[in-house]
């Protein structure tokens, strides 16, 4: 053949994307609360974060088995160039990344450009989209605030220049940051940031949430809101082929020798189903109509053989273990925890006898016999604000204070919380004392609503019970009216200032719903921002901390231990911190 | 007639304004506020009160309700709060499944409860009768909850006769495979109560003299039944049919959150816990029309039936 | 809702002997009878329980969680009990091991605590709060719930709860339905189309959606629900009196009163209202019977009961998960009490329904 001919024939070889993607594979799984969109700058529950993590690309992502998380390049050739005072990132991107296909990029294929991110991250700037990840951005960018301001009450100007997200070039980006900041990279691996087409946007302008066209593995192919998701690989993707050394983890292993030398995604089509209800998602599972599942609270002894010496401990129970069903357990990063309105009349404040009814009640709350009972053992009690897996984290650290019911009682004695006739405590002024706990209204709730009032009448506390959906309380406690409250917060990237904000004044109103505001513990958050995550940082967490125990503003509750289990023919599974799905590292043998 | 159906749609208006506004003060005074959902975890005052003015809820009240009325004039209700979706596409996805559960259960149901139903009337008194009537009763005072829950575990899950849940797109299979389970026990919950209504209906046809008289006439039981009593009675049958066709569309709930059927009811559901007001307020309205008109159509089949009544 | 079937036309007997007839008729009807005996025993038993006679203590952890009933101990699935102490163990044994290799700290020591010195006095004064562990049982006659409560006290004091919600909620349903019958009835004209308006609207707006709205404005517990269910029954009732009173008006002993001077008021409650009182008793049975029935469908929602009481539907709720896990007992307890209560209500309302028609001879 004719060299020239075949030089061409090798070069056309080597540009067809490579669709490895069998679409006769088909991952079924489920997910437990319904979705709500797929505009990763109007979405931010985990639901829908399962679905615009596998459709864009972030700019950074997290190594599969490497733990703890790894970042690694995504769509960039390396990891971005920090300057030397922290504040300047520069990122140079892959050229030959291309969009999935779509009517508004009249019948071109469309390349990935810097100016693609550059967009992106704006958007969770503009004030007309209100972005539920403003708060990670605003005030971050050079320029940033003043360009806000500019939009006033309407859209963002996307073509002013900006100083803090410059476009060097078509494959270069740079981000120039307001304040020093080690950690930030971790916030650009989010599904939140992945790369968004302008033209895509804006032909779809009403309906955003229905349209999500990224440069990721999937593509969306059918939407039944609140029912059905079905992704098909993206024909575009890049070739991606999977390579790795494990290490002495048999899990690693097992991934390895599926997918090593396979070019990602195996997978070719995934169905989602939301299934709320826990009795059919289990039975479903069972009945191999799903291909993973979690394990529902209920069917957790009937899953696993917990250890009863030490119920972290389990294995799978015999009849599934037979039929090479595989499980997976994972902590996860994240924290639950009840607080106190600290602006409250009765609650709050910090004066001894407060602090002391605070103490009272979390020293009356029974933890670990909440997890022996619901979570049937299967999570740890929270000791530390930062919880493990997330960098800053003191596994020595015990916060909660020890479960004594009767010196509980005698505490409340000292202070004046005399037990009037009625065989109820009043306040040390005389006056009666009830407390109102807001609650959900699901069967969980109901069940630690049982470990509540168990407390309460212990201390011989009246207590009353506020119930009522998520956004109903959520509005309650911006305006001050709920007196105590149960809150859960999972990493949104793995460093610990993502968890130690939640008690920082500033944040009282917004993401510190305690409203507790303690000079100290401010001034410690304060110098903690301008420190990389090390043994000095540490010793900072460790003092705010001790603030947040003596002062008592949260009852630490429990960390859940997550159980994955996935039929046999499931290949290349490990969990991840961070990564919600695994999706494109599956592969399925039948 | 023309008069009266005229008439009859006139006297519609009233009522749709009604609902209307029935449904805003129970919305407004009542109903969550959506900006908290749709904020996330960015609670920020400014956040909160930007998605309240897109989504019009900083108008004044009045104003509100003008924008609302002219939603339902022109039967678009905008898009969900919740998922950005055009709430008319969504709605008609979402009605296919729905009529074909509860239409089938109607259909199945209906014909079982009335052959039953006419049987035991025809013998009614017997010891048949009676152990019929009884273990109907017994049947309804059992929650459809537990024939739910037992159900789905016993004959899908333990059985393997069915599939645990699911939905498909394509009719035939739902017909084959995801439909039988819940169709058999929404038509046990109903059949039950069905049967008793029915019974009583006959039974009360039965008392009447022109049954005596075609008694005394020498016509036979069979023909009795078959030829007079069955039509007569057709009409409080009729009537009940037609008056549970408008909550064909609301789909019935409880089956469609076991069993994973993307259908009204289970949408209703969703949409009051996410307060979703467009949604809600145009299942409210088409149903509520459904109602009206359904009530219509039954006053003029009563007089296309039976010529002696009267309509006012 | 489930229709009423119009019931048959009464004649305008005298209050009394309907009444004595009826009860004659219905004491020679021996399954209406013992329809009847049945609904007074349950009475009597949510009575006791509702005043404290019984089962006052159903909340007290009595025996271990999901304890088999007594007569099938053997055949329960085995259920591995986890206590505190062992969590509580695994926990510190987890942090004394961080804290050997790191150098961090290991929580608030005495000199950082406010209340350090006031917590070693509580600790010295606690005593007389430490009360003994009590021992719990293996078994129970109808078995334990997940928190090891007898199911038999919940059941007790359950009947009570639904049958005072099923019962109040009627009852309020029917003085609406009335109350507002009578009214539109009796006066007719512009009141009469007033109310028609309302009942429509409230015809045309489905039932779980109405339920749904209530239940989400004030809040739960059981005067929601009751409140709730009555207003989205009164609307049969209303229907009903409606037409009765249209019917009655006209009639001689009315204007017979109207002569001798009575008031509207006095007409209508004092007059009429008897004539149509057996009509409200069916009424009432078939409604209580429907309410108790939703109140399970919305303690399974979550709009029922709170915490601090138990009812049949609160019960049914755990039924789910109790299931998954093989534990059939408070499901099945739950179920055939209140299937033996729902039947006999029906079958003693189609029995009072056949005793007070006066057609039958």
Request: hydrophobic fraction near 45%; aromatic fraction near 10%.
């Amino acid at each position: 053949m004719n060299p020239h001919a075949l030089l061409a024939t090798l070069a056309a070889l080597a540009l067809l994307p490579a669709q490895a993607a069998d679409m006769n594979k088909v991952l079924r799984v489920a997910l437990n609360a319904p979705e709500t969109g797929f505009d990763p700058a109007k979405v931010s529950d985990l639901y829908s974060s399962t679905v615009t993590e596998n459709i864009f690309d972030p700019l950074v992502t997290y190594d599969y088995l490497a733990r703890p998380a790894k970042l690694i390049p995504n769509t960039v050739s390396a990891l971005p160039a920090i300057s030397a005072d922290g504040k300047v990132y520069t990122f140079r991107l892959k050229p030959g990344i291309y969009f999935a296909a779509d009517p508004a990029f009249k019948g071109k294929k469309r390349e990935l450009t810097a100016a693609d991110y550059a967009y992106s991250i704006k958007r969770h700037l503009d004030p007309a989209i209100h972005s539920p990840w403003s708060f990670l951005v605003d005030g971050r960018f050079v320029g940033g605030n003043e360009l806000v301001k500019a939009a006033g009450k309407g859209a963002l100007n996307y073509d002013a220049p900006l100083d803090g997200i410059r476009v060097l070039d078509k494959y270069t980006l740079q981000l120039t940051l307001t304040e020093t900041n080690f950690n930030f990279l971790p916030i650009l691996a989010m599904p939140a940031f992945g790369a968004v087409a302008r033209e895509v946007i804006e032909a779809n302008r009403d309906n955003t949430n229905a349209h999500p066209v990224g440069t990721g593995p999937y593509l969306l192919k059918e939407w039944k809101p609140g029912s059905r998701i079905v992704l098909e690989a993206n024909p575009g993707f890049r070739k991606l082929v999977f390579n790795a050394t494990p290490g002495n983890d048999p899990v690693d292993k097992a991934v390895v020798q599926a997918l090593q030398g396979k070019t990602l995604p195996q997978v070719g089509r995934i169905e989602i189903s939301v299934i709320e209800e826990e009795q059919p998602l289990w039975l479903s599972f069972l009945n191999r109509q799903l291909d993973i599942s979690g394990i529902p609270q209920v069917a957790l002894q009937n899953a696993l053989v917990i250890d009863p010496k030490n119920p972290l401990k389990v294995r799978l129970a015999e009849q599934y273990a037979r039929q090479g069903i595989q499980l997976q357990r994972q902590l996860l990063p994240e924290i639950t925890f009840h607080f106190f309105n600290m602006q409250d009349p009765v609650v709050g404040g910090d004066s001894k006898d407060r602090i002391a009814l605070r103490r009272a009640i979390a020293m009356s709350f029974p933890v670990s016999e909440a997890i022996a009972g619901i979570r049937r053992g299967q999570a740890v009690p929270m000791n530390y604000i930062v919880p493990a897996g997330v960098a800053g984290h003191n596994p020595a650290f015990r916060g909660a204070p020890k479960y004594d019911p009767a010196a509980a009682n005698a505490l409340l004695d000292r202070f004046g919380y005399r037990i009037g006739s009625d065989g109820y405590r009043t306040r040390p002024d005389g006056k009666p004392l009830s407390i109102e706990l807001a609650c959900g209204t699901s069967s969980t709730d109901k069940q630690w609503n049982e470990y509540w009032q168990k407390t309460f009448d212990t201390l011989k506390i009246r207590l009353g019970f506020r119930q009522g959906k998520w956004n109903e309380l959520s509005k309650a406690n911006h305006q001050g009216k709920l007196q105590m409250w149960g809150m859960a917060w999972g990493a949104d990237y793995p460093d610990g200032e993502n968890f130690m904000q939640l008690l920082y004044g500033k944040n009282a109103g917004d993401s510190n719903a305690a409203d507790f505001k303690n000079a100290d513990y401010d001034r410690l958050f304060e110098a903690s921002l301008k420190l990389p995550h090390g043994p000095a940082r540490n010793k900072l967490y460790d003092a705010m901390n001790k603030i947040a125990v003596a002062q008592q503003p949260w009852i630490f509750g429990d960390i859940r231990m997550r159980s994955t289990l996935a039929h046999r023919h499931v290949k290349g599974l490990k969990l991840h911190p961070l990564l919600g799905t695994s999706w494109r590292y599956l592969d399925l043998q039948k | 007639m023309l008069a009266y159906i005229v008439r009859r749609v006139w006297q519609m208006v009233p009522t749709l304004f009604g609902v209307m506004l029935l449904l805003f003060v129970l919305f407004n005074w009542v109903g969550g506020d959506p900006s908290y959902i749709l904020a996330g975890k960015n609670l920020s005052a400014e956040a909160l009160a930007g998605i309240r003015q897109q989504l019009g809820l900083d108008l004044p009240l009045p104003q509100q309700f003008l924008i609302f009325v002219k939603q339902v004039l022109t039967l678009d209700f905008g898009t969900s709060w919740s998922t950005q979706q055009p709430v008319s596409t969504l709605l008609h996805s979402r009605i296919g499944p729905s009529l074909l559960l509860t239409g089938s259960i109607l259909l199945l149901g209906t014909v079982l409860a009335i052959g039953i139903a006419a049987l035991v009337a025809y013998l009614r008194g017997s010891l048949t009768d009676r152990l019929v009537t009884l273990i109907a009763t017994c049947a309804m005072s059992v929650s459809a909850l537990v024939y739910i829950i037992a159900g789905q575990y016993w004959l899908a899950f333990k059985g393997g006769w069915f599939p645990i849940m699911g939905w498909s797109d394509s009719t035939l299979d739902n017909l084959l495979h995801y439909l039988p389970l819940p169709l058999l026990l929404g038509v046990i919950v109903g059949l039950a109560p069905d049967i008793r209504f029915y019974r009583s209906c006959f039974v009360e046809e039965l008392g009447h003299d022109y049954v005596r008289t075609a008694r005394a006439k020498g016509l036979s039981e069979p023909v009795i039944m078959l030829k007079h009593v069955l039509r007569n009675a057709m009409i409080p049958v009729v009537t009940s049919l037609m008056m549970s066709l408008p909550y064909l569309m609301m789909g019935a709930m409880l089956l469609e959150t076991f069993f994973g059927i993307p259908g009204m009811g289970k949408e209703v559901v969703m949409a009051v816990e996410r307060s979703d007001f467009p949604v809600i307020k145009a299942i409210t309205i088409y149903i509520a029309l459904a109602t009206m008109l359904f009530n219509l159509l039954t006053d003029i089949i009563y007089k296309l039936i039976d010529p002696r009544v009267q309509l006012h | 809702m489930p229709h009423s079937a119009s019931p048959p036309p009464a004649a305008p007997h005298p209050h009394n002997s309907l009444t004595r007839i009826g009860w004659r008729r219905l004491r020679r009807d021996r399954v209406g009878f013992a329809a009847l005996c049945i609904v007074g025993a349950y009475l009597l038993l949510a009575l006791a329980a509702w005043s404290g006679l019984l089962a006052s203590h159903w909340q007290d952890e009595v025996a271990h969680p999901y304890a088999p009933p007594t007569l099938f101990a053997g055949t329960a699935p085995h259920h591995l009990e986890l206590s505190a102490a062992d969590i509580d163990a695994a926990d510190r044994r987890a942090t004394s091991a961080a804290a050997q290799d790191g150098s961090g700290a290991t929580g608030l020591s005495a000199d950082e605590d406010p209340l350090a010195a006031d917590l070693a006095a509580a600790e010295q004064q606690s005593a007389q709060y430490r009360g003994a562990e009590q021992a719990r049982a293996d078994s129970l006659p109808l078995g334990a719930d997940q928190r090891g409560r007898d199911v038999l006290q919940k059941l007790l004091q359950g009947s009570a709860t639904s049958l005072q919600v099923g019962i109040a909620g009627a009852l309020l349903a029917l003085a609406i339905g009335t109350v507002l019958g009578a009214l539109s009835g009796y006066f007719g004209g512009l009141l009469d189309d007033a109310l028609m308006w309302g009942y429509s609207v409230f015809t045309s707006v489905p039932d779980m959606l109405l339920l749904l709205a209530f239940a989400a404005v004030s809040g739960r517990g059981i005067g929601t629900v009751v409140l709730v269910m009555a207003f989205t029954s009164w609307t049969g009732t209303f229907r009903l009196m409606r037409a009765e009173f249209i019917k009655h008006k006209g009639r001689d002993y009315v204007r017979a009163a109207d002569a001798i001077g009575a008031g509207h008021g006095r007409r209508m409650f004092h007059h009429i209202l008897p004539n149509v009182g057996h009509l409200l008793l069916v009424q009432f049975s078939m409604l209580t019977v429907a309410l108790i029935k939703y109140e399970a469908i919305l303690s399974f929602l979550g709009f029922g009961v709170g915490v601090t009481q138990v009812s049949w539907g609160a019960m049914l709720a755990e039924a789910p998960a109790e299931l998954l896990q093989g534990y059939w007992w408070q499901m099945l307890a739950v179920t055939l009490c209140m299937s033996l209560l729902v039947t006999a209500f029906s079958l003693l309302a189609d029995s009072l329904r056949d005793a007070l028609d006066p057609k039958v001879k």
